[in-house]
């Protein structure tokens, strides 16, 4: 067996599962009476990443800052505007549904509330089998022991199968998501605000059993959520999204503690810890979140940046490498004069 | 402020009883935060709606006292205890959208409360509402005085809640979960507001919230509730450094942090009884890795550690 160091190792040679390169989806505004299109939320606007074989990539940021929009997007649920998608080398952006299909058994998502997600008339076996119905060709005993044996891989009890989603709490609902996602073994999972809606206590254990999962099932993740604490137990790397832009890219350790970007910093800052004899020093961050339908010229962060200069208002910053895997989108790194 | 014995239920129709907030104690005083800690379902927003008197039916407040400068609310009239709404205690909520009326302006809702409270003409209300909007952070006051909630923000709109809640210099303003539904950067904006009216009014605050770390950064004084009871108080220092109450301790190692490296969270088996059949005995045994058989015998008194640390548990009863 492979320490965990030799694993992280091992990761970070390994290929990625999951590329997407100048990624956009815009939304149209519809106005006035013929409903013509007076504008674009720009909800994803030029994002460029890639998750490696095996990792947990946390997206973080605030509301609105299209972290959902991108998940959505990377699993073709919603059409991109522009960009590339690809998924285990091959380009998915254009692939029609038929196309898609055997794709799709590979990608699953995770939400953030358990019972908008879950259909209430379905007991808790017809939930998790439905996706083996459509995507596999078990027989019903095959598909009555995966599903047993799903429940278990998720801590409930083989009971449970004929009972209902209003019958749980929030957190065994999320359990349920899961072993439906997992039904049909997916490679890649996203989690999107998975854990938000759940207590502490609640929240910690589908926590740990994520982590149990991807150890098990070799899985990805990209788990998206607006709570730092969370995304930095849970991820290997981490990229900040603001106003439908990935500002900052790195690996855990580089983003928590020596964040580069004014956003990063701010937003780090800005967390209450529970150790009551630390010595915080918030940055205050003046005003509110632009509207992502008219976001600011240049850099969209500079209306509420404490380090913007004239250049941050006509020239948009790009995405550089700071090196070990590094990377930042602000003027302040990208010509050392 | 003063909480005594405090006791809300609802009687559910299939003769249950759900002893939703069940012998709370309660004391805030003049320019101090006091915070209550739970998980949902702990009865957090009860004990606040109670102080309110916000309990419709089936829920009644069937025991207890709360006195404010001297007074016991809870013997007092609708109409008396409609005043003491306006003017001695304001409350905060989680969603500012649903405590706004959605078709007034800003303006026209911070001027009511202080033409009807404070007993203000049309031109003093107007000028004084103007006053608080600039207090709260609206650098283009005038404007906003127009503005209707849904041209606000959400951090926008609790600055407006706040400055309705201290328009008539509250002596209590009870904050429930005030910054759940913001964004971390808008959060701190919100607190410190909140802080700095506190000082400014010399008011006691109440701050309802599931956020350790929003406790730990703001509060003096803790008490954690669990299950309708308090189950530990103590200054905020003592609680995150020397919790007693198992649950306490629980929620603390379940809690990832931004500072450290943790492998494996703690979790607190189970989940959190409804309050309607709660285990006999301490209502915290099903789920504590420590109870012992007289756990799920009797449910522990709050017992004084020392004059500012008490805790509900049989394992700090012993001599
Ligand atoms: N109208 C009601 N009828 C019956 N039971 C109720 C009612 N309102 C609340 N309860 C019960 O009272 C208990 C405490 O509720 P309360 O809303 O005070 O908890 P809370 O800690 O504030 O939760 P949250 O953080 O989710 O708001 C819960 O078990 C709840 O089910
Ligand atoms: S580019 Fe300018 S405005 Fe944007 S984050 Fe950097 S310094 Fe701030
Ligand atoms: S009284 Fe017993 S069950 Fe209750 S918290 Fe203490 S040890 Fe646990
Ligand atoms: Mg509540």
Same mark, same amino acid.
């Given at each position: 067996m492979?320490?965990v160091?030799?694993k992280k190792?091992?990761?970070?040679?390994?290929?990625s599962?999951?590329?997407?390169?100048?990624?956009?989806k815009?939304?149209?505004i519809?106005?006035?009476?013929?409903?013509?299109?007076?504008g674009?939320?720009?909800?994803?606007?030029?994002?460029?990443?890639?998750i490696?074989?095996?990792e947990?990539?946390?997206?973080?940021?605030?509301s609105?800052?299209?972290?959902s929009?991108?998940?959505?997007?990377?699993?073709?649920?919603l059409?991109?505007t522009?960009?590339?998608?690809?998924?285990e080398?091959?380009?998915?952006?254009k692939?029609?549904n038929?196309?898609?299909?055997p794709?799709?058994?590979?990608?699953q998502?995770v939400f953030?509330?358990?019972?908008?997600?879950?259909?209430?008339?379905?007991?808790?076996e017809?939930?998790?089998?439905?996706?083996? #119905?459509?995507q596999?060709?078990?027989?019903?005993?095959?598909?009555?022991?995966k599903?047993?044996?799903? #429940?278990?891989?998720?801590?409930l009890?083989?009971?449970?199968? #004929?009972?209902?989603?209003h019958?749980f709490?929030g957190g065994?609902?999320?359990?349920?998501?899961?072993?439906?996602?997992?039904?049909?073994n997916?490679?890649?999972?996203?989690?999107?605000e998975?854990v938000?809606?759940?207590?502490v206590?609640?929240?910690?254990?589908?926590?740990?059993?994520?982590?149990d999962?991807q150890?098990?099932?070799g899985l990805?993740? #990209?788990?998206?959520?607006?709570?730092l604490?969370?995304?930095?137990?849970?991820?290997?790397?981490?990229?900040?999204?603001?106003?439908?832009?990935?500002?900052?890219?790195?690996?855990?350790?580089?983003?928590?503690?020596?964040p580069?970007?004014?956003?990063?910093?701010a937003l780090?800052?800005?967390?209450?810890?529970?150790?009551?004899d630390?010595?915080?020093?918030?940055i205050?961050?003046?005003g509110?979140?632009?509207?992502?339908?008219?976001?600011p010229?240049?850099?969209?962060?500079r209306?509420?940046?404490?380090?913007?200069?004239?250049?941050?208002?006509?020239?948009?910053p790009e995405?550089i490498h700071?090196?070990?895997?590094h990377?930042?989108?602000?003027?302040?790194?990208?010509?050392?004069? | 402020m003063?909480?005594?014995?405090?006791?809300?239920?609802f009687?559910?129709?299939?003769?249950?009883?759900?002893?939703?907030?069940?012998?709370?104690?309660?004391?805030?005083n003049?320019g101090?935060?006091?915070?209550?800690?739970?998980?949902?379902?702990?009865?957090?927003?009860?004990?606040?709606?109670?102080?309110?008197?916000?309990?419709?039916?089936?829920?009644?407040?069937?025991?207890?006292?709360?006195?404010?400068?001297?007074?016991?609310l809870?013997?007092l009239?609708d109409?008396?205890?409609t005043?003491?709404?306006?003017?001695?205690?304001?409350?905060?909520?989680?969603?500012p959208?649903?405590?706004?009326?959605?078709v007034?302006?800003?303006?026209?809702?911070?001027?009511?409360?202080?033409?009807?409270?404070?007993?203000?003409?049309?031109?003093?209300?107007r000028?004084?509402?103007?006053?608080l909007?600039?207090?709260?952070?609206f650098p283009?006051?005038?404007?906003?005085?127009?503005?209707?909630?849904?041209q606000?923000?959400?951090g926008?709109?609790?600055?407006a809640?706040?400055?309705?809640?201290?328009?008539c210099?509250?002596k209590?303003?009870?904050a429930?979960e005030?910054?759940?539904?913001l964004?971390v950067?808008?959060q701190?904006?919100?607190?410190?507001?909140m802080?700095?009216?506190?000082e400014? *009014?010399?008011m006691a *605050? *109440? *701050?309802?919230?599931?956020d350790?770390g929003?406790?730990a950064?703001?509060?003096?004084?803790?008490?954690?509730?669990?299950?309708g009871?308090?189950?530990?108080?103590?200054?905020?220092k003592?609680?995150?450094?020397?919790?007693?109450?198992?649950?306490?301790?629980g929620?603390m190692?379940s809690?990832?942090?931004?500072?450290?490296e943790?492998?494996?969270?703690?979790?607190?088996?189970?989940t959190?009884?409804?309050?309607?059949?709660?285990?006999k005995g301490?209502?915290?045994?099903?789920?504590c890795?420590?109870?012992?058989?007289?756990?799920f015998?009797?449910?522990p008194?709050l017992?004084?550690l020392?004059?500012?640390?008490?805790?509900?548990?049989y394992?700090?009863?012993?001599?």
């Amino acid at each position: 067996m492979a320490t965990v160091e030799e694993k992280k190792m091992t990761q970070t040679e390994q290929e990625s599962i999951v590329k997407v390169e100048n990624l956009k989806k815009y939304f149209p505004i519809k106005g006035g009476i013929l409903k013509r299109t007076i504008g674009h939320v720009k909800a994803v606007d030029g994002v460029t990443f890639d998750i490696k074989q095996g990792e947990t990539l946390g997206i973080v940021g605030e509301s609105g800052s299209g972290k959902s929009t991108l998940g959505r997007v990377i699993l073709k649920l919603l059409d991109s505007t522009e960009g590339n998608i690809f998924f285990e080398d091959q380009d998915i952006t254009k692939l029609n549904n038929k196309k898609m299909r055997p794709i799709r058994r590979d990608m699953q998502i995770v939400f953030q509330d358990p019972f908008a997600s879950l259909n209430t008339k379905m007991s808790i076996e017809q939930l998790i089998e439905e996706p083996l #119905l459509i995507q596999t060709d078990l027989s019903k005993d095959e598909r009555k022991e995966k599903v047993n044996s799903l #429940l278990k891989v998720v801590g409930l009890r083989p009971s449970d199968r #004929l009972k209902y989603p209003h019958e749980f709490s929030g957190g065994q609902r999320q359990r349920i998501s899961i072993a439906r996602a997992l039904a049909i073994n997916p490679k890649f999972v996203i989690a999107d605000e998975a854990v938000s809606a759940l207590d502490v206590s609640i929240q910690a254990q589908v926590l740990n059993l994520m982590a149990d999962l991807q150890e098990e099932f070799g899985l990805t993740y #990209l788990f998206i959520s607006h709570d730092l604490s969370v995304v930095k137990h849970i991820s290997d790397r981490v990229g900040v999204m603001y106003l439908g832009r990935l500002v900052e890219i790195a690996p855990k350790k580089a983003i928590y503690e020596e964040p580069l970007h004014p956003y990063t910093q701010a937003l780090l800052s800005s967390i209450p810890d529970t150790d009551v004899d630390r010595e915080r020093e918030v940055i205050k961050l003046e005003g509110d979140l632009p509207s992502p339908s008219n976001p600011p010229s240049g850099c969209a962060f500079r209306t509420r940046c404490p380090m913007a200069h004239e250049r941050c208002a006509v020239e948009r910053p790009e995405l550089i490498h700071k090196g070990d895997g590094h990377y930042v989108a602000c003027h302040l790194y990208d010509d050392e004069a | 402020m003063d909480v005594k014995d405090l006791k809300t239920y609802f009687y559910l129709d299939d003769q249950k009883v759900a002893r939703a907030v069940d012998d709370v104690d309660l004391t805030v005083n003049a320019g101090e935060t006091v915070a209550l800690v739970g998980e949902s379902g702990s009865g957090k927003s009860i004990t606040s709606l109670s102080i309110m008197q916000l309990i419709n039916k089936p829920g009644k407040i069937v025991d207890g006292t709360i006195s404010l400068l001297g007074q016991n609310l809870l013997n007092l009239s609708d109409k008396q205890m409609t005043k003491v709404r306006g003017n001695d205690v304001a409350m905060i909520f989680q969603e500012p959208m649903t405590a706004l009326n959605p078709v007034y302006t800003i303006g026209n809702q911070i001027s009511e409360v202080l033409r009807k409270h404070k007993k203000m003409n049309k031109k003093q209300a107007r000028r004084r509402a103007i006053e608080l909007l600039k207090m709260v952070g609206f650098p283009r006051a005038e404007d906003t005085f127009d503005e209707y909630p849904h041209q606000l923000s959400g951090g926008m709109r609790q600055r407006a809640m706040i400055a309705i809640a201290i328009s008539c210099e509250p002596k209590l303003l009870i904050a429930d979960e005030p910054t759940t539904a913001l964004d971390v950067t808008i959060q701190a904006q919100i607190i410190d507001l909140m802080n700095e009216m506190k000082e400014k *009014l010399d008011m006691a *605050l *109440l *701050l309802i919230t599931h956020d350790l770390g929003v406790v730990a950064e703001y509060a003096d004084r803790v008490l954690v509730m669990y299950g309708g009871q308090i189950v530990e108080e103590a200054p905020k220092k003592r609680l995150f450094k020397e919790s007693k109450h198992p649950y306490t301790s629980g929620l603390m190692e379940s809690l990832p942090s931004i500072y450290k490296e943790e492998e494996r969270l703690g979790t607190i088996r189970g989940t959190v009884p409804p309050a309607h059949s709660f285990p006999k005995g301490c209502r915290f045994s099903s789920r504590c890795p420590h109870a012992m058989d007289q756990c799920f015998e009797s449910n522990p008194d709050l017992i004084q550690l020392d004059h500012e640390h008490s805790v509900r548990c049989y394992l700090y009863t012993d001599e």
